[in-house]
């Protein structure tokens, strides 16, 4: 079964396999009802497209599907991806990943690997993924940067020391300035984040990484 909100992508994708012998329903429907289709049909392999995998909930019909039929092998059908990408797809539990401009051949290999119980993913997709994740490449626009560059120098310090547990009247010792001024500093750094309280800047700033940019102050 092919499962794409493009109707011409998987009605083509169908009638290619069909020519090589294959029976293939082809479906069109939106990632919201895509699971469904596949699970009242219980196709053998599904070839399911996406168009964002890096979106969180990309995978969510993967996750149905198996929950439902476990036997159904899920290729997902997508972009060139990110190998947070490749490992999101196969802990929802995909049994592969094809690229949408793999030739049908290798779209064939996939769909045959898949029926075997095997990891349909082509060498070059998983050795590009695990060089990328070997020497990552500096993303300077991550969210932890994007955060650092809203605040000034001293706002990155009154971050770090509210991380620590450190209180106002701490953080103005150790700055050498006015609790009044400490205070005021604070307000701005959870203005600046969105958050509503110190215990909410401690934690965004420890997930997205921004305490590790920032070092400890002197």
């Known amino acids: 079964m092919v499962v794409d909100d493009h109707r011409l992508l998987a009605e083509a994708l169908a009638s290619a396999l069909k020519l090589r012998g294959h029976r293939v329903l082809a479906a069109a429907a939106p990632a919201a009802g895509a699971a469904d289709l596949v699970i009242s049909r219980a196709p053998e392999v599904c070839l399911l497209g996406t168009a964002a995998p890096a979106e969180p909930g990309a995978f969510d019909p993967v996750v149905k599907i198996k929950r439902e039929r476990p036997q159904v092998a899920v290729v997902v059908l997508g972009p060139v991806p990110s190998p947070r990408g490749i490992a999101a797809a ?9 690229r949408h401009d793999e030739r049908i051949e290798g779209v064939e290999r996939a769909i045959m690997k898949a029926r075997a119980g095997e990891a349909a993913v082509a060498p070059q997709l998983l050795q590009g993924a695990f060089g990328e994740l070997l020497n990552p490449v500096a ?30 009247r701490l953080i103005a010792a150790g700055m050498g300035i006015a609790p009044s001024t400490a205070r005021t500093h604070v307000q701005r750094v959870l203005m600046k984040l969105g958050v509503g309280s110190r215990l909410e800047a401690a934690a965004l700033a420890a997930r997205t990484g921004l305490l590790d940019r920032a070092g400890k102050p002197t």
């Open 90 to 98: 196969f802990a929802a539990g995909a049994s592969g990943y094809v």
């Open 139 to 168: 993303q300077p626009d991550d969210e932890g940067q994007r955060l650092l560059r809203m605040l000034t120098p001293r706002e990155v310090e009154v971050l770090v020391r509210v991380a620590e547990g450190e209180d106002t």
